[in-house]
Structure formats: structure tokens, C-alpha cells
């Protein structure tokens, strides 16, 4: 495992403005060429030319494909062979992205879909339940609206969202000028990155591509497999204030109207999956971060096994 440093603040505040595109903090580039996992690495080419790294973790059971948004799917190296013992578990990372090939063009999240489409193929894998991780839930969304019939069903890690909407959906923003600034930069965890994440680092262009200019409404009306839905959620304010140098009541107030607008947005996410998804399970996990396969290994996991146990075959 790797130390991973990044601020709070920054990674905080991210989320309200653009939750995938400026959320996730990007590993530091690494000499090292250390990938302990117990996975072979496959490939598979897509759209006529583009080669696309494939992780094989092995295992029995219905297929599991892992999606991740633009770090490569090595993020999931201490994760996935948790779950080999039930499934068959895949990780595709996306063009562009780690060892995978890097075109100029090819990012949009229609394109995404295809690439998927054409990985899943050249597999020979069907009725896979994907697995997806922050921006590749739109890849998901739009996957399962026109290819339902490949799917046992799908798995959002804080992907269910609407990158479309404003931070300020529901309740408004402070001005960041008046917020408290937390008590630590880099605050200590109990996790990091697997060792093979960050060895590449990623192209700003390419990220922008993947992340801001690809941004598209869900639309989950037209997906027609089950559903699992996890969101991190927020703690206590009082135990989120502890965590900030708070120094008179404007810098206090600022923090509960940011807290707030946090709090809205999730909200509204999930009332918009539930609208176009009725039957979907939604799960949060209080003390979560984004990276909740990381953060909340064990919790997750419970939650795929539990909702893969209510799966059928279609």
C-alpha cells in the first residue's frame, strides 16, 4: 500500500463543484514497477486498434467487471480478490488511462460504452454485474440503457450522480472565502492506494476529456437491471466542525452552509435515481470517502454479496 497525501479542503470542496472531475486526488507519480496483486494482466483491442489492459483476478462464479474513473482499474488490486470467492472478477481500465492505449480522440461517454461493449465481447462475458467507481457510473448509465440484455445488473461506488447539476441544487454555497480551513492538510488514514496505482501519470487533457467535457444527465429511466447504489455520507456536523480551525461564528456558519449544500446535493441524487429507478437499493455509509473500496473495504463488500444474492440470471 501506498501513502497518498491530499488536502481536505481542496478534495471538499471539489466535490460540491464537480464531485468526478476534481474530486478524486491523483496519486503521485512512482518510480517503482512493484504490482503485487494476484491477477494476470490481459489485453484486448477495441475500436479496430485501441488496446485496452484488462485485469483477470480469477475466481468462480457469474462474472464482475470493475470500471474505475481515471485512475486504472490497479486501484482495485487489494479489493477485488476479496471477492474471486464468489465471482469471477475483471477490472478494464479505459483508454486512455495506465498501460491502456492513449488516442487523441474516443472519450465521450457514448464512446466509453462501446469500448465496453467491444472489452465484455472480446471476453466472451455475459451477464456480468459491473462495478463502478465515481465518473464510470455515467459509462454504467449509458451501458445498461442499451445493452441490458449483458448485464445481471449494476453497482455504483458514489457513481450514481448527475455531473450536469450545480453544486448549489438545493441549498446554496458559502463564499470558500469565508470558510475555516481544517486543522490538517493531510490528514491521517487507515488506507492508501494499492502499490501499482499512479506509475503513469495521467494526460490533463485526457482527464479533462474523461471528465468535464464528457459530462452528460443520467438518464435512469432506461435502465432495466437491478440496482446498487452507494453513497458516502456525511458524519455528524459536529464531528465534521472538530476537524476545522474555526475561529469566529461567520467561519462556523460557513461550514454548516457548506455542510448543507453537501448534504442537498446527495439528496438530490439519489431522489433522481429513485425516480427513473424505483426498484434501485440505495446504501450510505456514514464516514465514507469517495474511494469507499478503500475506505470501507469491509462494508462494501457486504453490500455487492448481499446484493448479488438477490440477482438472477436474465
Known sequence: MRRVDFSVRALGLALLVTHAAAAEPAPQSVSTSRDPSPHQVRWVTIDSSVKLEVLDWGGSGP?????????????????????????????????????????????????????????????????ALLVGHSCAGQVLTMFAAQHADRLRGLVYLDGATDPTLTADVGSPMPDFATMPRPISERPERNWDFPEAVGQEPLDPVIRKAITVDARIKPDYALVRVPVLAIYQAQRPFEEVAAGYSIRNDQERAALRQYYAATRALYTRWQQDLRAGTPTARIVELTGANLFMFLSNEADVLREIRAFAATLTSR
Do not use: M, W
Open 63 to 127: 462474472p464482475l467487471v470493475l470500471l474505475a474513473c481515471y485512475l486504472s482499474t490497479h486501484v482495485y488490486d487489494e479489493f477485488a480478490p476479496k471477492l474471486t470467492d464468489q465471482f469471477r472478477v475483471y477490472g478494464i481500465t479505459r483508454r486512455g488511462i495506465g498501460a491502456s492505449d492513449k488516442p487523441a480522440t474516443g472519450y465521450s461517454v457514448q464512446q466509453s460504452a462501446n469500448d465496453l461493449f467491444d472489452a465484455l465481447k472480446s471476453l466472451t462475458l455475459q451477464q
